[in-house]
T-cell receptor
Framework: ETGVTQTPRHLVMGMTNKKSLKCEQHLGHNAMYWYKQSAKKPLELMFVYSLEERVENNSVPSRFSPECPNSSHLFLHLHTLQPEDSALYLC???????????FGPGTRLTVL | GDSVTQMEGPVTLSEEAFLTINCTYTATGYPSLFWYVQYPGEGLQLLLKATKADDKGSNKGFEATYRKETTSFHLEKGSVQVSDSAVYFCARKIQGAQKLVFGQGTRLTINP
């Protein structure tokens, strides 16, 4: 595997389900990000992890719970979501001290 | 605050036409600037970047010049192809933080 990978690529869940999104970066980076991309809004930064510590949480509802067990892996745990949470969830990584971010292909989430 | 403004889309052109997508930013100092491209069903890919005033980023026939006088970073291509159809995002680095702020994206469609 190379770059940033995300699984699953597509997910359909009910409002009472619990699911997790997984992101893995193979670039040796030390910062990781979750973004939400929906049709009506530009890219929304949700969480930032740097050196495995959460350094940013942009007023994201508690039904989204991130986890960064090491510098290569990032999870987004989902529970009791709402239909308006349906979106493309993008993971990205970067190296501290460098500017550009590298993105995964995203997980298309549909909440019924 | 720090922001990025892109020209409204969608933009539709014929193959071999000249392309310009405008991008302006508000900033203190001289942030690094980026253009990302998102092809259908994929995540964002870095297209080009510029890290200081008067720098010109270029890739795949696309160019953008960092203009501090006009706080702009317009994307140009001399002759577009159908394969350039995608959504284009302008972004800037936030000073002192390991994150980017993105414009709202411009959808480009190239007709044969």
């Amino acid at each position: 595997e190379t770059g940033v990978t995300q699984t699953p690529r597509h997910l359909v869940m009910g409002m009472t389900n619990k699911k997790s999104l997984k992101c893995e970066q193979h670039l040796g980076h030390n910062a990781m990000y979750w973004y939400k991309q929906s049709a009506k809004k530009p890219l929304e930064l949700m969480f930032v992890y740097s050196l495995e510590e959460r350094v940013e949480n942009n007023s994201v509802p508690s039904r989204f719970s991130p986890e960064c067990p090491n510098s290569s892996h990032l999870f987004l745990h989902l529970h009791t979501l709402q239909p308006e949470d349906s979106a493309l969830y993008l993971c990205a990584s970067s190296q501290e001290g460098f500017n550009e971010q590298f993105f995964g292909p995203g997980t298309r989430l549909t909440v019924l | 605050g720090d922001s990025v403004t892109q020209m409204e889309g969608p933009v539709t052109l014929s193959e071999e036409a000249f392309l310009t997508i405008n991008c302006t930013y508000t900033a203190t100092g001289y942030p690094s600037l980026f253009w990302y491209v998102q092809y259908p069903g994929e995540g964002l890919q870095l297209l080009l970047k510029a890290t200081k005033a008067d720098d010109k980023g270029s890739n795949k026939g696309f160019e953008a010049t960092y203009r501090k006088e006009t706080t702009s970073f317009h994307l140009e291509k001399g002759s577009v192809q159908v394969s350039d159809s995608a959504v284009y995002f302008c972004a800037r680095k936030i000073q002192g933080a390991q994150k980017l702020v993105f414009g709202q994206g411009t959808r480009l469609t190239i007709n044969p």
